[in-house]
């Protein structure tokens, strides 16, 4: 997405991570580090997101799992 030009809010455990991409894609992308299981966290970061770039078009939830499972128990709807 960032290749082709669009804007992203990308997050992860450790925003750290996130800053070869900040590097390369400047303001175009807007790392945040996010704790998944934290609503509060959660919604911080999509109103961070409206922010910045005015609301969300496309919502990419990914996870990278150390299994084929998600953790049970531990998603709310």
């Known amino acids: ?20 991409l ?3 894609f400047g303001s175009r ?3 945040l ?7 509060a966290a959660v919604e911080a970061a999509v ?3 409206e922010q ?3 609301g969300i078009d496309v ?5 990278h799992w150390a299994s084929t499972r998600p953790p049970s128990g531990r998603w709310k709807r």
């Open 1 to 20: 997405m960032l290749e082709h030009g669009d804007q992203v809010a990308a997050t992860a455990r450790d925003a750290a991570v996130l800053g070869p």
């Open 22 to 24: 900040a590097d390369r």
């Open 29 to 31: 992308l807007l790392p």
């Open 33 to 39: 580090e996010l704790d998944v299981t934290d609503r």
């Open 47 to 49: 109103q961070a997101t």
């Open 52 to 54: 910045r770039f005015g």
């Open 59 to 63: 919502l990419a939830p990914t996870r």
